[in-house]
């Protein structure tokens, strides 16, 4: 597995001061994944609204999503990046259609039918300009890829189960901004890098821990950065939290293709499509 961790890659101030207005200034009603863990796309209303309050996400938030980034991230992984072009396609419509979106979820959360008729024309002509602009790019040598990325707490619950990523993604990066208090008999959290136990045979998307074991068990930490190449080996998962005091607050996003899959899958049987829904 390709993949790297870089300790205090933002300092612990910077940290404290995006839980603080993380917990401030997103709902606490929002819905949860995984047993526990609420998320906020970077893409969603409500991330707006955050990056309005927050100078501190604001910021980090430029950064993440710069060509900078990802080239670092490319750089480090020695992924060849001289075809791949990095845009904010979805996240400046996101910005520009913020009072369209915040007024159709309303209805839509109440199924009005006509709501949900225009918001499922709204997604299908965003993915399908979406293609055709990575469709020209694509054209001319270039694969056009965006970060997609979201600012989580994972609470006692939470836990992933042995998988890889979608087909579309090329890295993956997951950015921890504490180290969560432990109790008496308080267990889980950490994120399990896992390896395949045979050299041969098909490489399953979600194998059970036989097939691949643990090879390394990180404790996430305070401005910890832990990112890799995403592949058929990049088997990753988190152990369930129990017992755990207080919250684990992290940022989870990849370089995501926005048409095609990423060429490590080129040959892989099993596809896993990239879901886009989130991020509209």
């Known amino acids: 597995m390709n993949y790297k961790i870089i300790q205090q890659f933002i300092p612990s101030d910077l940290c ?3 839980i603080d207005d993380y917990v401030s200034h997103t ?3 929002a819905h949860r994944w995984h047993g526990g863990r609420k998320l906020i796309p970077s893409t969603s209303i409500e991330f707006k609204d955050l990056l309005s309050k927050s100078e501190a996400w604001l910021n980090l938030s430029k950064y993440l999503s710069s060509q900078g980034f990802s080239e670092l991230i490319l750089k480090e992984l020695e992924i060849p990046n001289s075809k791949i072009k990095t845009t904010r396609y979805f996240s400046r419509l996101a ?8 007024r159709s979820s309303g209805m839509i959360r109440n199924a009005n039918p006509f709501f949900l008729i225009l918001w499922a024309l709204y997604s299908t002509i965003i993915r399908g300009l979406a293609f055709l602009y990575a469709f020209v790019f694509r054209a001319m040598g270039y694969r056009l890829a965006e970060i997609f990325y979201d600012a989580s707490s994972a609470s006692n619950g939470y836990s992933r189960e042995i998988h890889r990523d979608s087909d579309a993604r090329i890295f993956v ?3 921890y901004l504490n180290q969560v208090r432990e109790s008496e008999g308080s267990s889980g959290g950490d994120l399990c890098l896992h390896k395949f136990s045979a050299p041969g045979g098909e490489k399953l998307a979600q194998p059970d821990v036989v097939d691949a074991p643990i090879a390394l068990s990180i404790e996430p930490a305070a401005g ?3 990112f890799f190449e995403n592949d058929e080996d990049a088997l990753h998962s988190v152990t369930r939290m129990s017992g755990i005091v207080g919250e684990r607050f992290f940022i989870y996003g990849s370089l995501t293709l926005l048409s095609g899959r990423n060429e490590r899958f080129a040959y892989s049987k099993e596809k896993l499509p990239t879901d886009f829904r989130m991020y509209l």
Request: positive net charge; aromatic residues 10%; proline residues 5%.
């Open 224 to 226: 910890t950065l832990v």
């Open 95 to 102: 910005s520009r259609l913020t009072s369209f979106r915040r």
């Open 16 to 18: 404290q001061a995006l």
């Open 173 to 175: 990066f997951l950015l």
């Open 27 to 29: 709902p606490s009603d």
